[in-house]
């Protein structure tokens, strides 16, 4: 059959005609051919190493047998590594270069379900939970103070929790309001943050009666009573001349659980170490 042009583009008709309307014959572009011929191929390659036959195994296939293996070859080396910290002390799995990442990773996906909701993520601190990755401490920055504060908790319902009290000199009548306020800012004098000058002078004796035995005498805090350093710029419960006040006026009191009857011995070890290297562990 002699081809047939279509008047209006000058493209060859199929000869295929329904009620006038002709079929123009517009082969596909060559490229779009020639990747479909690819594919084609690479699929015949392809079926050859991963065949999609059920039961035909490929060049490249991983049985679950071996995949089975390679979990449990993890699990082994993972019990390995618990089985050495159990049996280490602190500073031995500290200084372990091997065991590093280990605790590292462990120690982070613990303390990412434990311990962020209250420490915030990674343990950078939000007011009145401490942070801890700065190298301030308040019940001791050792590996032993740490695993302790964690094993036991701090004004925990455990007995050997870590407990101490600053007295509320306010709500107990201990001191009056202008007593407590001078107090106070003799408290933001001792970090250099703005204060009455004169009402500091007062509050100093005020002060070394009623406060450097906890605080220490130019406030530099004491870790075995978990009294904050007022020397430094570093707030629990923050350093507004207010939130100083009504802090002397009726203290809170930081509650920390304590863990080690939820979490085990390994757990608890690993923790430790990683909370130390999370800042300035001493
Ligand atoms: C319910 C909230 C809460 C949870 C959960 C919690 N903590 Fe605490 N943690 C606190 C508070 C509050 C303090 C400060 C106690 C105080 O005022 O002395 C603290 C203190 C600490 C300290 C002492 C910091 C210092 O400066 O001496 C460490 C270490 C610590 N937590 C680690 C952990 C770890 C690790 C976990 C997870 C296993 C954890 N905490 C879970 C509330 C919490
Ligand atoms: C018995 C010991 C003790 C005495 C005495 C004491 N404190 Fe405290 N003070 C503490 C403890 C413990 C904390 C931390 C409370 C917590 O962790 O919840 C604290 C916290 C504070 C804070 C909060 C610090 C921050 O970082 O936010 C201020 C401010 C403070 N004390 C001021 C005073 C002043 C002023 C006096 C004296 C009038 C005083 N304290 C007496 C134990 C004491």
Redesign the pocket.
């Known amino acids: 059959m002699a081809t047939e042009r279509d008047e209006l583009t000058g493209a060859e008709t199929t000869g295929h005609e329904w009620d006038g309307l002709k079929e123009l014959n517009n082969p596909l572009p060559r490229w779009w051919l020639y990747i479909l011929y690819a594919s084609i191929v690479a699929s015949v390659i392809y079926s050859f190493f991963v065949p999609p036959i059920p039961g035909v195994m490929g060049v490249f296939e991983t049985t679950r047998a071996v995949v089975r293996q390679d979990i449990e070859l993890a699990r082994d080396a993972q019990s390995a590594n618990l089985e050495r910290i159990r049996l280490a002390s602190l500073q031995e799995i500290r200084d372990d270069a091997s065991l590093r990442d280990f605790v590292y990773s462990g120690g982070s996906s ?2 990412a379900e ?2 962020a ?3 915030g993520p990674g343990g950078a601190g939000v007011p ?3 942070a ?1 990755v700065d190298d ?6 050792t590996l032993g ?2 695993h302790d ?2 094993a036991y908790g ?2 925990s319902d455990d007995p050997d929790t ?1 407990w101490s009290e600053m007295i509320a000199f306010g709500r107990d009548d201990v001191l009056n309001h202008s007593e407590i306020e001078d107090v106070s800012h003799y408290v933001l004098s001792l970090s250099d943050t703005d204060n009455d000058r004169e009402a500091a002078l007062r509050g100093e004796v005020i002060y070394a009666e009623n406060c450097a035995t906890c605080h220490g005498d130019a406030g530099e805090g004491d ?1 075995l009573l ?1 009294a904050p350093a007022l020397n430094d710029h570093l707030w ?1 419960y923050g350093g507004t001349l207010d939130e100083v006040i009504s802090q002397v006026d009726n203290p809170k ?5 304590a ?1 080690h009857e939820r ?1 085990d011995d390994t757990t608890i070890k690993m ?1 430790s170490v990683y ?1 130390h290297t999370l800042g300035g562990g001493q």
Do not use: A, K
Not at 136 to 141: A, E
Not at 253 to 257: C, E, K, T
């Open positions: 613990v303390f434990n311990c909701p209250c420490h009145g939970y401490p801890l301030v401490w308040l019940w001791g920055g103070d740490i504060t964690i701090v004004r870590r870790d978990g629990l009191h930081g509650v920390m659980p863990w979490l923790l909370v």
